[in-house]
C-alpha cells in the first residue's frame, strides 16, 4: 500500500493578538500564559527539563526552528536515568504568536510524558495524536490556551509530504485577523 499526500484541511481558529508576534517588549495575556507554562514545566523536574533556545543566536536560522520547539530523549549511560528535554525556540513567536507557541509547548510535554511512560505508538500520526493529549491531560486548564485543539490540529497538517516552511507561514497568515 503507497501512502499518497492529503490535501490540507480547513482548521478553524484565530490569531488575533498583535502583541503575540513580539518576542520583546510589554508582552500580551498569552505570553504570560506561555511563560506559566514552561516554570509548571521547569518544576516537573528530571527526568524532563526544559531548554528554552534562542534559535536565532546559534545559527541564522536553524533547522527546524519554525516548529516552535521538539523533545530530544538522550539515552542514559550505564545506570543513569534517559534525559527527555524540550526544546523550545521563542524567536519563533513572530510566526506562530505565544499562544500557539503555548500549544507547541505543551504538545512537547507530551511527547516526553509518552517517552517517560514507555507509551509506544503505532505510527508518528498516533504519536503525534497522543502527545497531544498527555501534554493536555498532564498541564493546569488556565495554562491550556482556549484554542489548543484546532492549534494542534493545525499542526497535525506537517506530517504530510507536501508540507513546507513556506506553506506554514502562509497558512498562519491566512488566520491572523490583523495585517
Not at 6 to 13: Q, S
Not at 18 to 44: N, V
Not at 75 to 102: A, E, K, Q
Request: with cysteine.
Amino acid at each position: 500500500m503507497t501512502c499518497r499526500s492529503l490535501p490540507f484541511r480547513v482548521v478553524t481558529f484565530t490569531l488575533d493578538c498583535p502583541a503575540c508576534f513580539e518576542l520583546s517588549g510589554d508582552g500580551c495575556i498569552h505570553r504570560q500564559r506561555y511563560g506559566a507554562a514552561e516554570e509548571y514545566i521547569k518544576k516537573k523536574g528530571a527526568p524532563i527539563h526544559l531548554v528554552v533556545v534562542d534559535g536565532c543566536r546559534h545559527e541564522p536560522e536553524p533547522v527546524g526552528w519554525w516548529k516552535g520547539g521538539q523533545m530530544i530523549t538522550t539515552p542514559g549511560i550505564l545506570n543513569s536515568p534517559d534525559r527527555y528535554d524540550i526544546w523550545m525556540y521563542p524567536t519563533s513567536c513572530r510566526y506562530w504568536g505565544w499562544d500557539m507557541l503555548t500549544a507547541i509547548l505543551i504538545h512537547e510535554f507530551g511527547h516526553a510524558l509518552l517517552q517517560v511512560e514507555k507509551v509506544r505508538c503505532g505510527d508518528i500520526r498516533e504519536e503525534e495524536r497522543q502527545a497531544n493529549k498527555y501534554g493536555h491531560d498532564n498541564m493546569p486548564l488556565e495554562l491550556i490556551p482556549e484554542q489548543y485543539w484546532a492549534y494542534r490540529e493545525f499542526c497535525l497538517q506537517s506530517y504530510q509530504s507536501n508540507y513546507t516552511e513556506e506553506r506554514l507561514r502562509s497558512a498562519l497568515r491566512k488566520h491572523r485577523s490583523f495585517s
